[in-house]
């Protein structure tokens, strides 16, 4: 039997024909716009795919539940973690970020509309990002990782040019990922990262004083990599020159990170908001702090609008990172407490060297 299509989907024996849906997929024998009607409740085989498509459409992806927080962790190998700490069998690995993205938490998403800029504002500064014409504003946890991994190696190596490896596959390892365990995603944001414009201002400087940092993050970059072929090999090893000012500021402006939580957490933007925000605050704390738990909210990166619910998953993660590191941190009463604690890397951090700029001309 034939079936006939209309404006909103299929008639007659649309359920036992299979079709291809607006997004060029076969699910059963319902597209897209036949599920918008109501019928996917019924259908538990096509659920996914169709809060997929609405992800798609709208850029609106749901937070999970405060009980599947604690299980992605899990999955992250966190626990592992912990055990092998426990026996002294872990070996810190050392990664820095820059202050301003241990403030202000990036998008979780793609931003609907794909908007020329993006802000986020905490009671005392704002952050604006302003994406390249041809790109995004970076989002998710793969922008996260890239920008860890800049911030790391312009403070590690002292340099504002960035080794990003011969093949996709070297430069998955380098980030801290598994090979075939990222996709082109990971490289998307790199570029959508590079190619952005920071600038963050205080909301109320003192009267008559204007303040400000506003900078490119590169200058220059020649990347090629196969994603289809990731062992491809090219002539040269792609590189990133950023932007003199950034790098100069990130190289002073950054706070050191075990890499060890990093990684496990790679797949959860708002764990990773969270840790680097916990070290960030404590770093040189010396006296207890404490305010209104929806001001950590401001400034991490959730959209998550239902304040119970975003105070049980950051309760699941700082009890979580608790085994680990001893961080004397709590979340109770609508307020949140930091007393002072054993910073984040408890190895000794090496001395920072002068940074050595090159221009893209590769001029030092």
């Known amino acids: 039997m034939g079936c006939e299509y209309t404006e909103r989907?299929?008639?007659?024996?649309?359920?036992?024909q299979p079709f291809p849906g607006r997004y060029g997929q076969q699910v059963g024998g319902y597209n897209d716009d036949y599920l918008q009607m109501g019928e996917w409740q019924k259908l538990p085989k096509v659920k996914a795919y169709d809060k997929r498509v609405r992800e798609i459409k709208t850029g609106?992806?749901?937070?999970?539940?405060?009980?599947?927080?604690l299980t992605k962790i899990k999955e992250g190998g966190f626990l592992d973690l912990v055990v092998q700490k426990r026996f002294d069998e872990v070996k810190e690995k050392i990664g820095f970020s820059s202050n301003i993205f241990m403030v202000f938490g990036l998008p979780t998403h793609k931003l609907n509309g794909n908007p020329a800029f993006?802000?986020?504002?905490?009671?005392l500064c704002k952050?604006?990002?302003?994406?390249?014409?041809k790109n995004e504003v970076p989002y998710g946890c793969y922008a996260r990782i890239n920008q860890i991994f800049i911030d790391t190696e312009i403070r590690t190596k002292n340099t504002n040019v960035i080794d990003v490896g011969r093949t996709f596959n070297e430069y998955v390892k380098k980030v801290g990922y598994e090979e075939g365990y990222a996709n082109k995603a990971l490289l998307r944001q790199l570029i959508n990262y590079v190619t952005s414009v920071i600038k963050v201002e205080p909301k109320d400087p003192l009267p008559g004083r204007i303040m400000g940092v506003h900078s490119l993050v590169a200058r220059a970059w020649d990347i090629y990599f196969d994603v289809r072929n990731p062992d491809q090999l090219t002539f040269s090893?792609?590189?990133?020159?950023?932007?003199?000012?950034?790098?100069?500021?990130?190289h002073k402006h950054s706070v050191p990170l075990d890499m060890n939580v990093v990684r496990c957490?790679?797949?959860?933007?708002?764990?990773?908001?969270?840790?680097?925000?916990?070290?960030?605050?404590?770093?040189g704390l010396n006296e207890t702090v404490a305010f209104s738990d929806?001001?950590?909210?401001?400034?991490?990166?959730?959209?998550?609008?239902i304040d119970k619910v975003t105070r049980s998953r950051l309760k699941a993660i700082l009890k979580a990172l608790q085994m680990y590191w001893p961080v004397k941190a709590k979340l109770e009463g609508g307020y949140f407490e930091l007393q002072p604690s054993p910073p984040a890397v408890q190895r000794k951090i090496p001395s920072r060297q002068p940074i050595v700029i090159v221009d893209k001309s590769g001029v030092k």
């Open 118 to 123: 993006w802000t986020k504002e905490t009671s």
């Open 294 to 305: 929806k001001l950590l909210f401001e400034q991490l990166g959730t959209d998550q609008q």
């Open 9 to 16: 989907g299929p008639r007659s024996n649309a359920k036992t």
């Open 127 to 133: 952050l604006t990002v302003t994406r390249d014409d």
């Open 265 to 283: 957490f790679k797949r959860n933007p708002l764990a990773l908001d969270f840790y680097r925000f916990l070290a960030y605050r404590n770093n």
């Open 237 to 250: 090893k792609g590189q990133i020159i950023l932007d003199e000012g950034y790098a100069r500021y990130i």
């Open 60 to 69: 609106v992806r749901k937070e999970m539940s405060p009980k599947n927080q």
